[in-house]
Each structure stands twice: as C-alpha cells, then as structure tokens.
T-cell receptor, first 117, second 108 residues
Framework: SAVISQKPSRDICQRGTSLTIQCQVD?????MFWYRQQPGQSLTLIAT?????????ESGFVIDKFPISRPNLTFSTLTVSNMSPEDSSIYLC??????????????FGSGTRLTVV | QKEVEQNSGPLSVPEGAIASLNCTYS??????FFWYRQYSGKSPELIMF????GDKEDGRFTAQLNKASQYVSLLIRDSQPSDSATYLC????????FGAGTTVTVRA
C-alpha cells in the first residue's frame, strides 16, 4: 500500500498565526483529501484537492481559512490560517488508492496534532 | 456530506465474544462502504470494505451490507484485547463520509 508522510506530526501555535501541513505520497494519486478530527469526534472532510485545479471545499470550510495547494500528483499542503483555540484538532490527509490499484479504500497519513494557545 | 449513523457506544465485550457494530446511511445511492479502526492517538486504519449485498469475511471480521435497508454492520469474532479501539463506518461517494464511531473495549 502507499506510504503517506505527513508533517509536522504535532505543533503548538499561538493564536493569530498560521500553520502549513504537508502531505507527501509515494505514488501518484488523482485526489487528495484533508480531514479534521476534533477532540473526541469523528472525521470531517475539509476539502478535496485535485492537481491543477482549485480545491473543492465542504460546507463550513472556506479557502481563506484553509488554503490548499496541490502542485503535483504526489504532494499537497493545507494551511490553517489566523488560528484560534477552536482550530485545535488533528488534521489528516488521505488518498484514494482505488483508481490506481483496484479496490483498496482510503489510506490516511499519520496526522498532525495541532494545539492553538 | 452524507449522513452516517453508528450505534452509540461504548461497547464492552469479554475476550472471545462477538462484537457487533452497526451503521446506517442516508443516501440510497451509496455504493461502497468501509470500516476503519482507530486506536487512541493514531490515524484510522482500513480493516474492511464491502460493495455488494451480503456478507464479506476477512479473518475474524465479517462485514454485512443490506442496501435495501441502508444498513452495514461489522462483526468481530473471538474478540481480543488488541481489538479495543474506535471503529468508524464510512460511506464512499467519491469522498468519505464518516459516522461518529463506536468505541469497543474487550475485557480480558
């Protein structure tokens, strides 16, 4: 299965600052997904990132707050901008291997645990 | 996002017993379904996927799908303490929508 490297693994940030999270996949994938998991909660999709086009954001998430880059088929970044304590969550990137390798489901990176103080 | 509901937990079972996890989904057109296991502090790990009505078995895990009832379940046979985790049901319509998860504790 694909290896997904996500960094940083954790960070503590001051409110009002921004953090960029990187996600690197060891194979080319069409779509990359960014999720948020708030403490004690399930996963919520933030946006879908396709190479060469603007990311598609889910309801409740906007580009100004969560800008995404997708410069090529193996890499994406998510920036959490102007952070507040409510942004303290785990952020996860995910890729869908199904199209490339047959049924396989989605694989997740190891996550970035963000604490905003 | 699509609605995905899981039976509320936590679920506590003795070692060696069967743990039964249930999930319903709102979109009748949904085609593929996944079960993830998430250990505390870790990212979700795919354990089962199912596309067709009926049962699918993989080791001690059995996924069951009933599209008419919009229902998918996961059975864990011969539960082990290492199965203690949160289990997430997900529905795939070109992106995953997750249920809230059910936390399972297997008592030794």
């Amino acid at each position: 299965s694909a290896v997904i490297s996500q960094k940083p693994s954790r960070d503590i940030c001051q409110r009002g600052t921004s953090l960029t999270i990187q996600c690197q996949v060891d194979s080319q994938v069409t779509m990359m997904f960014w999720y948020r998991q708030q403490p004690g909660q399930s996963l919520t999709l933030i946006a879908t990132a396709n190479q060469g086009s603007e990311a598609t954001y889910e309801s409740g998430f906007v580009i100004d707050k969560f800008p995404i880059s997708r410069p090529n088929l193996t890499f994406s970044t998510l920036t959490v901008s102007n952070m507040s304590p409510e942004d303290s969550s785990i952020y996860l990137c995910s890729v869908d291997l199904q199209a490339a390798r047959g049924p396989g489901g989605y694989t997740f990176g190891s996550g970035t645990r963000l604490t905003v103080v | 996002q699509k609605e995905v509901e899981q039976n509320s937990g936590p679920l506590s079972v003795p070692e060696g017993a069967i743990a039964s996890l249930n999930c319903t989904y709102s979109d009748r057109g949904s085609q593929s379904f996944f079960w993830y296991r998430q250990y505390s502090g870790k990212s979700p790990e795919l354990i089962m996927f199912i596309y067709s009505n009926g049962d699918k078995e993989d080791g001690r895990f059995t996924a069951q799908l009933n599209k008419a009832s919009q229902y998918v379940s996961l059975l864990i046979r011969d539960s082990q303490p290492s199965d203690s985790a949160t289990y997430l049901c997900a529905v795939n319509d070109y992106k995953l929508s997750f249920g809230a998860g059910t936390t399972v504790t297997v008592r030794a």
